[in-house]
């Protein structure tokens, strides 16, 4: 499929849009009237509806009662709160289930799923289709032209409940999708070298999906597979969205991200192109720095699927989740410095999942805008804090966060061909790496657009490769350019090692970039757990280290304890105008800052704003103005030196400004 | 179903009952010879015969052979030891598994267990029923009048390896239940809050039970499917006792529990009215003093059921188990320590799991009164030394456990309801809360009853609601109307959270007791793995922590750390002519200690008899006199001050008694 | 079965074989060219081929493109390296598993497998066989006569991953052989004990496999389908084996064991008469002292099979595996010394897994004799160098091991046996004390036969007995005697537990040896995790101890410390012109080499050349000239006194040889 061109649509509120999923459903009446009166309080101007809702309008096949949303959408309008309607394919009814289960997605092992879950169906069989669209045709039909109308939301996190489906009806619609991608059965069979242990095909028809077979699948089968899944819920999202377009064409139609550290279960870059305004859930993970990192990561990846445009955080929430063995609370403060980093970093919205915390279903501890408690509660003062602060900042609608001048690649196909199959090391997260590249650099704000191969690389001065398992031979062709024209690029190890097949480049690692790096990896070394390596420049490793020799590349460190002692470690090239990097060793973080400070000096990147530790900067560039986001993520007050007026209490900053502990500020610079 | 009236039924004994389950159909005649004698040596009074003889005596359908059973009970009856005769449901032959295999459990992914297990069957199995039922008429029709017969044993721990069937048999008893429980589907619907996840069933028929899904099931079925489970058992035993009473109306009829700390897999609390002697099976945990107080745990919770009347102890362990990942041997002394703890706590038993070691089967290293190696044994010696300790304190028998002014609140109901579903802290030992608060007061000897919300509370001073999660409107008023009448409460976090249909309770936790206590908590603060939040008394606390304010209650203690410094973490409110705590946190042993020296002081409650550390001392009390067990379980001698005669040595003791490490004493106090 | 009379057949190639697995197919042809020639550079002069082959020379069922075999095979006999052709059943074709998806194994709790992993197949099945000795019969006689072949290698690696199948044809297999073992139903019920829980058979027909029951299997029942999985496969090997001793009655017949600490899903010393050379592979695991002992211990088994005839080392790997949590690599030298360790053992080859590293299929990440990066590589260097070594001392070829007077007592069904089934200590990896017990005197260099209870023990002096937890009364009777004629036994705790049905011996413990050892252990006392207990002579134990008395025993250590305080803990009994030692705890390692010490003093053993730590020495002896093998594993220089030629470099040795840190020798002694 070839993406199309972006259609340009506006954004669905005018400004920056607040409030969040909201389930009116579950709720008797009454309870709707504090609702809307509670959301003025606040300042919501969007809500999602409808997510869960299949079941509540249509409870017998054919039979619907749309009294209900008709009339919360009537009172949505009346209170000037636009909405975000979404096609209900998340949760098919349980009527559904009971008549087709063999919609129900099957495991690895053979177990079909039950009814009760979440996206219980198979994205390739054909009666969920039929059933999908015709639903989603009769809400279109229905609330196409509602004056509160203003997006449409397909589904809901795709893939979140259904991630792969390995039934029959899969397995026939993964034979059609690999006679597409490979035409005949001899270059699938050529792809997955599977002359060997003798699995050749004869025809397409003898493929089954990698079903458990006692041992480890073929790795060029497991990451086929892996795209397909991926696929098969694109088309699955292109056919609702093709039914939403024809009905509504002048509306965006959107579906929920679930943009992480990676690899997602959906290829959300080669995604991106198909929504009209990419949207994202966040689930902060994690305590203090490690959590805000979290936060910046995934907003830097967001904004790397399409850098320069906004994006949508369509999910977050007010406090804590019930789904993680311990659920942390947010400590005060940090729902409001959640929400503006992922506004500092593109987003226009801050929406929760969800409006009035549940208090029967699956996620009756899902912290919710209004708690259990209700409004004489931290989270409700926070929350209305944070609807005036959003009010505040409204002009920053619509500006572009600072153009980056770092990047760091990441790709989700990558991701998924290292976790297929066996390894020279199956404990290594190898897709941590790039988070601990970000982290050195987000603790100096320098700031980093997370992005995939698909990306034109030009923008930017410097690139990290951390781990970029699978390269095609495009990747490294663009990657060298890069580098001939004057990037610089710093690439680990555990880059290159496969083509998009999932096999081995031979000839020494890393494949796909040893001849830019000018080095060749004969063999992997990885290390025992806790044990560490050194390097003759006093930077130490874990988890992984190489036997490497320079193949004309510049040694910057050697190994200086155990097996490979004396041989190189970190190299540089100089190649064109810039130079690459390669770093063979899993670095410990001060290690790491070193190498990280090597490898910008000269580039001349500057933060934002010169800022104490544990203070986040970063600006976004509008038409007219800039404004700098200060986020104290300390124990202590910090100062940083600006002029503007800040947004949030409207005071002239003359250069100087003291942000209390844990508080933020925006300040249109002047 | 109303619990029926007790039946006055006599102690199956004459005095404190002493054996255990015999299994002579494993071991040729003439070892038989050998056992009866040994039993009188050892002063055996009561065996359980028959749990696992199906297959036995009816080898093929419908062919018997009953003569071993005909000849072991004559035997037995010659030696004049008593019979309790089970009914042999535990174990369905192999030809019904063979012939009828869809009566055995399937599990929620769909697995049907196969043969060779025990307790093969669905509860709610039909076929398993008639065939169930047709045995229990023709072994109560050969042995009604036997002479040896003393008791019906029906099955054999029910639940223990049938705890939940998924199978299509279930699903339609389960919906049948769910009809008289809730009466039509649109009642269903709103006790499990469907709406959500759209999840509304349009017809009862539509219900299934909670099968893997993927997703974490909805917390109200969830629910509902524990008490079904243990509805379904009950059911069946019914079934089974109905049988029996109509053919043998003057024997009691028992089923072994297997109380622990629960949650259990049935409903002790709701299921013991319909025995006519409750029995326990317990095989204690741990070491040292942990060991001691897991015996007093499960004692005190059977003597609960019913405080004042005696209670069976059915099986225990003359040393180690098998099924433990290492099976600690009891330590010399132990076995006598462990009978005689059971004996000071209300069992007028002491009995094994199992007369004679197997030595093939899967409990052939199971510990027995008899091991493998004979009777030039440890075991043997200490089994033989028992029964003579039992016959020296037989006036015991029938006497009354001195009442206990404290009670601990627990419920198996609360427990499967914390368990279904995802909780704001997923790793948290719920039910182990109880036994924390209930260490405290053994170790100062200040008797317990552990008690559920059926229970009347009126006979207690000090009443302890340590984490009871669910929580009906009539227990809260029960509770509320034991405070205002002058009792005590200690309630802690976790409680009240959920109302009978597993809804969070809104308007601030803990929901039923909120009013009660005067205090409202907002939000749940989980504590991490590690961390630990200190308090401005000094106590400590880990696991758990709320932000909690005061509403009319007192502030006992305030939190001093973390992000929850300044707010209330203890607190205290006077109520009518009562007062009741809440304990918003999960405090540290030693914390504990001070809190409950705090919630007793002016109670004027008092152990025993003053003890040193590790001595514990129970009173039990007859018509005519009362007597003082004394268990040492220290390494040292202990002496505590009494006036009485030593049941066990027969010497008078005039004040102060002596205890070596290790030993025990019964005093019939003067 | 009788075990059939050895054939005499000459080893397949001149002297050592080196080499390994070859498959040309995953390759296009210009890289058969560059193998060739490399393998000549290597002196490689043997390898497998065909392994998986099958659905390269069978595309479609009755199809055949033998063309690129006979092409390699006549390359390969024309560059004068022999063949070790193998059958192709390890892997069947895709075809046969989408036609015959019945053939594939079924799980424990009823999943049946995938088509995708490696030895897909169910031993049991009819329809499996009848295709797999079609495609043996037509390989051999295609190239039974063709002049590179030296040897047949049937299927690969036998219970790899066809370890147990529970499927229907397998439970008809398995009463066929029941039947065969017991002759009727009630000799079975006796053996199995299946009174106990009265799971008595009434017909043959009633028995199934142990399938998930919920609890623990009967131990007889799962100890005989232990054996009954081991004896499906061997018929299956049998029925190869007779199709190629038919069509080529001169070549040897071989299957490569995957033998090591044990137990392994294949009897191995029941089954190595049936080859006509035993064959290993062999992946060391662990590094350091670990790693080289566990090569020790496996190459002492394989010996032990036939003490005195050379064995095949069927696979080894240059450098790292890929399906270990993390794959070390080989440090330089090791390989060398790994290949150098098995042919000191008695291992006439070095051969590895595989030639050339794949690029793709699920190995692609193990290591190869050429790897990934080619020629300029450690690994290549190293192969090529261990070529000329083999070449130097091929002369070795064929000679003995000096005879060892030392035996470790081993046995697969033993091991079945402790793993079947609950045990007093269900953590505690009892086949793991063998290793200990071998440790300590493969650090001494005094060579050891790892032997199974079929051995004829006669030539030995010290026999050690870890934990032999089954033992049937001939080999009680064996070890009686070997006492008795003057040997010296050294018998340990969970030895003679059990008989051949897995049932307890009661009476006390060492059941079969209590009565040459003079003692008898009347409980088990296992140790908890973390706890240690005292002897009186300053050893010290962990994981197990027992309540012991002598019964004529003279005691060498007393427990001193836990509640076995003051008991026997080590026992000496002198019996006839021998001593039989017990050991009832499981000693820490300082304490071992103590009683090791103790057990060896007086028998004159002398390892074949003193040596500093970490210095391995073991001889091997010819008709014309003994041979010193030295192998430093160490990180110094070592020297040893010895007078010969030095094979590797020629030097004449005159009295004293310094082996640098890492290195090897091989003296031709003087």
């Known amino acids: 499929m070839t993406a199309p061109e972006p259609r340009a649509l506006p954004w669905p509120t005018a400004g920056i849009a607040f409030g969040g999923d909201y389930n009116p459903e579950q709720w008797p009446r009454e309870v709707w009237d504090e609702d809307i009166r509670l959301m003025g309080d606040a300042g919501v101007n969007f809500v999602t509806l409808g997510v869960f809702s299949w079941g509540n309008f249509e409870p017998r096949e054919g039979e619907f009662d749309f009294g209900w949303l008709d009339e919360i959408m009537d009172r949505l309008d009346a209170a000037k709160i636009g909405v975000d309607l979404s096609t209900p394919t998340a949760s098919p009814p349980i009527w559904l289930h009971r008549e087709h289960p063999e919609i129900l997605p099957v495991t690895r092992t053979g177990q079909r799923y039950s009814q009760g879950g979440r996206l219980g169906w198979c994205a390739s ?154 949207a994202n859930d966040h689930y902060a993970a994690g305590a203090g720095a490690v959590r805000a990192q979290d936060v910046a990561f995934a907003a830097d990846r967001m904004r790397g699927f399409n850098p320069g445009a906004p994006w949508m955080l369509m999910e977050h929430a007010a406090s804590a989740v019930e789904w993680r063995p311990r659920n942390r609370a947010n400590e005060p403060g940090e729902l409001i410095r959640d929400s503006l980093a992922h506004v500092a970093r593109g987003a226009d919205s801050s929406l929760f999942f969800q409006w009035r915390a549940s208090t029967a279903g699956v996620e009756q501890f899902h912290s919710g805008m209004l708690p259990h408690a209700g409004t004489r509660t931290r989270i409700w003062r926070e929350v209305c804090q944070l609807g005036g602060i959003l009010r505040s900042i409204n002009e920053v609608a619509g500006s572009a966060v600072e153009a980056a001048r770092i990047a760091i690649l990441v790709d989700d196909e990558a991701g998924w061909a290292w976790n297929a199959g066996q390894k020279p090391h199956n404990e290594l997260p190898l897709p941590q790496l790039a988070r601990e590249y970000h982290q050195v650099l987000w603790e100096r704000n320098l700031l980093v657009d997370v992005v995939s191969p698909l990306t034109n690389l030009r923008r930017y001065d410097l690139l990290i490769i951390p781990g970029l398992y699978l ?100 190299t540089r090239r100089k190649v064109g105008r810039g130079e690459a990097w390669y770093v063979s060793a899993w670095l410990e973080q001060n290690s790491l800052e070193q190498l990280l400070s090597a490898a910008v000096a000269g580039l001349g990147l500057q933060p934002p704003a010169q800022a104490p530790q544990d203070v986040e900067v970063v600006r976004r560039v509008g038409p007219t103005a800039s404004y700098l986001f200060v986020l104290n993520h300390g124990v202590e007050s910090a100062t940083i030196k600006v002029r503007g007026v800040d947004l949030l209490g409207g005071a002239l900053i003359d250069g100087s400004l003291t942000i209390p502990a844990g508080m933020v500020a925006v300040v249109k610079e002047l």
Not at 242 to 248: G, M, N, S
């Open 471 to 570: 390269a095609s031979n495009a990747t490294a062709r663009a990657i060298d350019l890069f580098v001939r024209q004057g990037g610089r690029a710093v690439v680990t190890f555990l880059s290159g090692i496969v083509d998009p097949t999932n096999r081995v480049r031979a000839g020494g690692y890393p494949g796909a970039f040893r001849d830019l790096l000018g080095v060749v990896s004969e063999e992997f070394y990885p290390l025992l757990a806790g044990d560490s390596v050194a390097l003759d420049n006093g930077w130490t490793a874990t988890t992984w280290s190489e036997l490497l020799s320079s193949d004309g590349a510049e040694i910057v460190a050697r190994y200086s304890s155990g097996p490979l002692s004396g041989s190189p470690a970190v």
């Open 125 to 278: 069989n054909p009666i969920w289709r039929r059933y999908a669209l015709r639903v989603v045709e009769t809400v279109a039909a229905r609330y196409g032209s509602h004056p509160a109308l203003r997006m449409w939301h397909v589904s809901n996190e795709l893939g979140g409940g259904n991630r792969k489906c390995y039934c029959d009806a899969s397995a026939e619609h993964f034979r059609r999708w690999l006679l597409a991608r490979y035409g005949d059965v001899q270059s699938l069979n050529d792809a997955w070298g599977t002359a060997f242990w003798g699995h050749r095909y004869a025809d397409m028809d003898q493929v089954l999906p990698p079903r458990d077979c006692e041992t480890a699948p073929n790795p060029g089968l497991a990451l086929d597979f892996s795209r397909f899944a991926s696929d098969a819920l694109l088309e699955h999202f292109l056919a609702e969205r093709d039914v939403l377009v024809a009905l509504t064409p002048d509306l965006p139609v959107t579906t929920n991200f679930m943009v992480s550290t990676g690899p997602h279960v959906v290829d959300y870059a080669r995604w991106a192109p198909y929504v009209d305004i990419t």
